[in-house]
């Protein structure tokens, strides 16, 4: 079956920088995403890798590694603001989105 | 405002009753979703739209419907709401169908919360 891993929860302190993980197993890979949602609000996208590396967007960045099913989201000067749900999701071979549960991260002052 | 709006936000409803959550894009996307989203679960794909005129199941279509009379419009009906059925409701939109013509980037709705007693 399609499987998407991500840790449930994550606590970091104000202006550290945090990792949140994301491993996978799907028929196929077209891309993997990320997406940012507060609590009772709509996913925003964040990010999209398809190729190996790292795509650095302001204080966010994410990770791909195809071989080994796995990416990574980096953020960096974290802010309160940044205590949200962060979506992980993969596109498969016939394109259809597979979503983590996601990893809900909460910021300390 | 550009975007896509869900009606209603949030609402009660007894079991057996019938309700249609209602969604509109004006961004002239090609594309329309409709997901669940429930605790500890990973957003599930109801039904969606390739393009105006067709819809078809995603992972959890049982006990809803769709339609797609235009672009602008993708409204979910739930025949008969069963407590099982308690969640919220995500209407999204991309270009093209899951991105096969470019990156996919979806377009969400603020949600509607719906509880089925």
């Known amino acids: 079956g399609q499987n998407i891993d991500q840790p449930t929860e994550m606590t970091a302190t104000e202006g550290a920088i945090v990792q949140i993980n994301c491993t996978y197993q799907t028929s196929g890979f077209n891309g993997l995403f990320w997406y940012q949602q507060h609590a009772g609000e709509a996913p925003t996208f964040l990010s999209y890798?398809?190729l190996d590396g790292l795509e650095e967007k302001g204080r966010f960045s994410s990770f791909l590694s195809r071989s080994k099913g796995y990416s990574y989201l980096l953020l960096k000067e974290l802010q309160m603001k940044d205590s949200a749900s962060y979506l992980c999701a993969v596109k498969d071979s016939n394109y259809q989105l597979i979503w983590g549960a996601g990893t809900k991260l909460i910021i300390k002052p | 405002i550009a975007g896509i709006t869900q009606a209603p936000t949030s609402q009660i409803l007894a079991a057996g009753r019938r309700m249609t959550l209602r969604c509109t894009q004006d961004?002239?996307?090609?594309?329309m979703y409709w997901y669940r989203q429930d605790l500890g679960l990973g957003l599930r794909l109801i039904h969606y739209?390739?393009?105006?005129?067709?819809?078809g199941k995603g992972e959890v279509p049982d006990g809803y419907s769709v339609s797609r009379a235009n672009t602008d419009d993708f409204p979910l009906t739930l025949a008969s709401a069963v407590p099982s059925q308690t969640s919220v409701y995500f209407c999204?939109?991309?270009?093209?169908?899951?991105?096969?013509?470019?990156?996919?980037?979806?377009?969400f709705g603020e949600g509607s919360r719906l509880t089925v007693l």
């Open positions: 890798n398809v």
């Open positions: 961004m002239r996307h090609n594309a």
């Open positions: 739209s390739n393009t105006a005129g067709t819809t």
């Open positions: 999204a939109s991309s270009d093209s169908y899951f991105g096969q013509e470019n990156t996919g980037e979806l377009f």
